[in-house]
C-alpha cells in the first residue's frame, strides 16, 4: 500500500497531469468564438437590428482581450481562486443572458446587454492567465510548444461545444447560450485544484519531446476527426445513435492524453531525477542563463554596446570564436563602466528587452500594431458575424461553419509558429514573412465571401480561419524577439487591444452599415414590410456583405505590405540573432 500511496502522490504532483488538465480547460475557455452561432439566437430574440449585434460582438471581444486585471491578480491568488473567479463570472455573465433570451428575465437595455456579455466573457480571461502562467512555470525550457498547443485548444472549443449541442438536439437554439453558461464553469471548478505550479523543472525527462509529439498527434487527430464529423453531419441526417457514438469518440481524443502522465507515473522506472540530475539540470550551460529571469537579472545594456563596439570583422569568425570575443569584449566594457571610463547607453535596440513605454515609441511596433489590426481585426468579423453572412446566402445551420472556422483556427496557430519557427531557424529571415503570406490568404478568403459562389463559405472560412490563427502565432514571438521577454506580458496585452478596435472598424462601422443598408433596401421593396418594422430586418443575398468583405480584402493585403516593410525593416536583427542556430 505504502507503494501506491507513493504513486498516487507522484501523479497528483506531475507536471504532465497539469498540463493535461490545462488542456481540458482550455478545451471549454475559448467561448468568444461561438458568438458567431449564439449572435442570430440572441437577434431573433430580443429584435436587434445588425448594428445592435455588432456592439455586443464588440463588449464580447473587449471582454475577451481586456486582461489586465486577471494578469495582476495572478500574481497574489493562487491558481484555484483565479478560476472561481472566471467560473463565478463565466456563469452569470451567459446564465443571465440565458434568461433573458428565453424570456425568464426582462430584456435590459442595448449598454447593459454588452455589460453583461462583456463580463460574461471576461471569465475566459482567468482561464487562459491561469493555465498558461502555471504551465509556463512547470515547463519553463518548453514555452513555446506549451503556449501553443493550450492556445490551440481553445480555438477548438467552440467546435467541440457545438459538437455537444447537436447530440443534445434541442429544439430551443437557446440552449447553446445555456451550454456556454455552465460547461466551462463546471469544468474550471472541476480542475481548480489540479491545475497549479508543481515544480516541474524538476522534472524534466529526455522523453518530454515524445511527450510533445504525442499531443501534437493528438491535436491533429482532434481537428481532423472534428471536420470530418462537421462535414458528414451538413451532409448527411444522422441517427442518434450514431451522433452519440461520434460524441463518444470526440471525448476519448480529448482524455487520451492522460496516458503521458499515467505513463510517466505508474509504468516508468525512475519518474523523478535522482540529486544528481537535479544538480545537473539546475546547472546552465557556461556563459548562458538557465531561466529568462536569471537572464533579465545580466546587464543587457551591455549587450547593445558591444554590437556597437565590436570590430567590423568579428562577422567573419567562427560562432564559437565570436561568442569568445564578444565575452571579452563585454568583460571589458564592465570593467571601463565600473572605473567610470565608459558610459553605457540607456536605450536598448532591437532585441534587447524593452519596457512597454519604450517600445510604444519605435515605429516598428506600431507597425506590428496596425497590421494585426487589419489582419486579426477583419478575422474576427468574419468569426462574430459567420451566422447572418451563412443565413443570407441561404445556408440554414450556421453552427457548422462556426466549427469549422474554430478548427481551421487551431491549425492556423499550430501551423503558422511551425513554419515561422523554419524561417527564422533556417533562413535566419523574420516571422512577418509567413504572416504576410497568411494576410494574402486572408484577402482570397475575403474576396470568396464577396463572390458567394457556390461552396465559397467552405472554402472562405477556411483560408480566413487559417489566417486569423497564424496571427496569434506569429506576432506574440516576433514581438518577444524584437522587443525582449522581461516586459512581454504589458506589451502582449496591448497587442490583444488590436483585436477589439479591429472589430469596431470592420464589424460595428463598415459590415453592420452596410447589411443594415441592404436590409432596410430589401424592406423598402417588399410589399407589407412596414407591418413588421418593429421586428429585426433581414438581409438576404451576396449583396448583404459584398461591399464589406471586398473592403476587408483589400485591408488584409495593405496589412500584407505593412508586414513586409517589418520584413525589411527587422531582416537584419534576426540575422544577428538567429545566425548562430543556422
Known sequence: M???????????????????????????????????????????????????VAALGIAKDLGDCVGFLAGSLSAMLPPWAMLLIGAVQNFLGYGWLWLIVTKQAPALPLSMMCVLIFFGTNGETYFNTTSLVTCIQNFPKSRGPTVGILKGFAGLSSAILTQLYAVIHAPDHATLIFMVAVGPSLVALGL????????????????????FMFIYTICLLLASYLVGVMLVQDFLELSDDVATSLTVILFILLILPIVIPVTLTFFSKNEYPSSVEEALLSESPKGQASTSEEREDQPELILSEVEEEK???????????????IAKLQARLVQAAARGGVRIRQRPHRGDNFTLMQALVKADFWLIWLSLLLGSGSGLTVIDNLGQMSQAVGYIDVHNFVSLTSIWNFLGRVGGGYFSEIIVRERTYPRHVA????????????FLFAMSWPGTMYMGTF??????????????????????VKHFGAMYNFLTVANP????????????????YEAEKQAQMLPGMGLLAE??????G?????????????????GAGLSLVIVYRTKRVYSRLYRSVR
Open 311 to 325: 570590430p567590423k570583422d568579428m562577422d567573419l569568425l567562427s560562432p564559437s570564436e565570436r561568442r569568445k570575443k
Open 542 to 558: 451576396a449583396v448583404c456583405f459584398f461591399v464589406s468583405s471586398l473592403i476587408m480584402s483589400a485591408f488584409c493585403v495593405v
Open 463 to 484: 483560408l480566413v480561419g487559417l489566417g486569423y490563427g497564424a496571427h496569434w502565432a506569429i506576432v506574440p514571438a516576433a514581438v518577444s524577439e524584437l522587443f525582449g
Open 535 to 540: 421586428g429585426p430586418l433581414k438581409c438576404e
Open 192 to 211: 481548480m485544484f489540479v491545475i497549479r505550479p508543481v515544480g516541474g523543472h524538476r522534472q524534466v525527462r529526455a522523453s518530454d519531446n515524445n511527450s
Open 501 to 516: 478596435t479591429g472589430s469596431l472598424i470592420f464589424s460595428g462601422l463598415i459590415a453592420s452599415t452596410f447589411y443594415d
Open 2 to 52: 505504502g507503494v501506491v500511496a507513493e504513486r498516487l502522490r507522484a501523479f497528483s504532483t506531475n507536471r504532465w497531469l497539469v498540463f493535461v488538465a490545462a488542456m481540458w480547460l482550455q478545451s471549454m475557455a475559448g467561448i468568444g468564438y461561438l458568438f458567431g452561432a449564439i449572435s442570430p439566437v440572441v437577434k431573433d430574440a430580443l429584435g436587434y437590428n445588425q448594428r445592435q
Open 435 to 446: 504572416l504576410a503570406l497568411a494576410q494574402l490568404l486572408m484577402a482570397a478568403g475575403h
